[in-house]
């Protein structure tokens, strides 16, 4: 990670400033290391709510799984237990759907890592319903630890640019895709430091 934070620093003089001033990204280390299936349980759970609040939930489903998030326990849970635990209608429906993809093997979750490939990862999770984009990038990030992930349908990222790049409006999706080209294959940390940027 120094020599790619070095590498970027050289590439933009903006993000060499911000690199110097934040510690070293962690894209790459997971500090707490748990199956693929409860960091996607987890990171559906967190979708549009604050840090708290999705902690909150995600404890309260793992107590309702007898501490133990694998898919079995969880397709056990009934909607009303979710609902009362915090989860909406839509996002149980999500994840009944990944316990069922893993249960009958549709997809092999907990090997994903095995898939060298991140556009056959991408494909995979969100042909599930309510998987999307944001998702699946969070996951391939920090659970796989995949370091040219470039979430340009992150708020944060896109906020973090503006703020970097000095800008007075607000930058378009698709306008960051083709500037974050340039930072491949390393852009996960290049959106890592977009989010130190905002803190």
């Known amino acids: 990670m120094k020599k790619i934070v070095k590498d970027l620093s050289a590439r933009d003089a903006r ?8 510690p070293l ?12 299936f409860e960091a996607l349980v987890e990171s559906v759970i967190s979708q549009q709510l604050a840090v ?16 133990r998030i694998i898919p079995s326990r969880i397709a056990a849970i009934t909607e009303g237990a979710m609902r009362e635990a915090g989860v909406s209608g839509a996002k149980y429906k999500t994840i009944q759907g990944l316990a069922n993809a893993a249960l009958t093997k549709k997809i092999r979750i907990n090997q994903l890592h095995e898939i060298e490939d991140d ?6 999770l969100t042909g599930l ?7 699946v990038d969070m996951f391939m990030m920090f659970q796989l630890g995949r370091l040219d992930i ?7 990222v896109r906020r973090g640019w503006e ?3 000095a800008l007075k409006e607000e930058i378009e999706p698709k306008v960051l895709e083709k500037k974050g080209a340039k930072f491949a294959p390393y ?6 430091y977009c989010w130190r940027a905002l803190n």
């Open 129 to 135: 319903w309510g998987i999307g984009p944001w998702t």
């Open 163 to 165: 703020k970097i790049h």
């Open 150 to 156: 470039w979430p340009t349908g992150d708020l944060g």
């Open 119 to 124: 556009t056959v990862i991408f494909d995979q």
């Open 187 to 192: 852009r996960s940390v290049i959106a890592w």
């Open 52 to 67: 708290k609040a999705a902690d909150t939930i995600f404890l309260r489903v793992k107590k309702l799984a007898g501490g």
């Open 25 to 36: 990204c962690t894209v790459g280390r997971n500090p707490k290391p748990i199956t693929h």
């Open 15 to 22: 993000f060499a400033k911000v690199i110097a001033d934040n």
